[in-house]
């Protein structure tokens, strides 16, 4: 996927992009996801996946509360942003907000009741009950 991602370098299109950063944050890649997130907000930092880039690299600082916060403001531009509601939920887990976790979860698989992600942090977040 990250050969992929480098194939497509438009450095104008934010399609995707977030799940770019979600690969560069598993990679524990900072200086690539801090340059996606500048890259991101000079093309629009109005946008949905602009937030959740920016929301992974603050996770990956470890500024969890910086992070729910870009994660709400993608939420505000689009309240079904699977992703954003999941990623949200993941950082309320981190930050032991296990009601907010699971709520965020439950909105995420409400949205796209497919997405594995959010049923797996549903789940995961039970087990901590």
């Known amino acids: 996927a990250l050969e992929w991602f480098h194939q ?5 299109m934010l399609e995707n992009k977030d799940v770019y950063s979600n690969i560069l944050y598993v990679r524990e ?9 500048h890259q991101a907000v000079c093309v629009d930092k109005y ?6 880039i920016i929301g992974n ?5 470890q500024k969890r ?21 999941t990623l949200m939920g993941h950082e309320y887990v981190e930050l032991k907000q296990t009601e907010s ?8 698989v409400n ?3 497919k997405d594995y992600r959010a049923w797996y942090g549903l789940g995961q977040t039970y087990e901590f009950l």
């Open 47 to 52: 946008r949905p996946e602009t937030c959740c």
């Open 65 to 85: 509360q910086k992070a729910v916060m870009y994660f709400q403001r993608a939420l505000k531009l689009d309240r079904n942003y699977t992703s954003a509601w």
């Open 29 to 37: 890649d900072r200086v690539a996801l801090s340059q996606l997130a």
């Open 57 to 61: 690299y603050y996770s990956l600082k």
């Open 8 to 12: 497509i370098q438009d450095p104008f």
């Open 101 to 108: 976790a699971m709520e965020a979860y439950r909105r995420a």
């Open 111 to 113: 949205v796209s009741p």
